[in-house]
């Protein structure tokens, strides 16, 4: 989700769709542009967190996926079914980069 520092508003207006248990993860945005519309990007994560979700990063050379215990910079993966995920990016279809398969 990146609505330029309005992705607290997006959530709060889509409550149904960010509760429903169907949504296993998303990538937010978080540059402090909300502080133009009066919240902080902690603010945002805060309210993701109370939703369920866990914010992660992703080696994608490696496809595996670590836990954070705060937001990353920038695009932060927040993941509610890590089961789900891993299972998804483990089994995703190799791609070959510069003779290098991942």
Request: no cysteine; charged share 25%.
């Amino acid at each position: 989700m990146d609505v330029e520092g309005y992705e607290k508003f997006v959530i709060e207006g889509g409550l149904s769709v960010f509760k429903n248990e169907n949504l296993k993860a998303m990538i937010v945005e978080l540059n402090n542009a909300s502080e133009k519309y009066g919240y902080k990007s902690a603010d945002l994560h805060n309210l993701i967190l109370e939703l369920g979700f866990t914010p992660y990063s992703y080696n994608p050379f490696k496809r595996n996926l670590k836990q954070l215990d705060s937001p990353g910079n920038y695009n932060t993966i927040y993941i509610r079914d890590i089961n789900f995920v891993s299972d998804r990016v483990q089994n995703a279809w190799k791609v070959k980069i510069l003779n290098n398969i991942y």
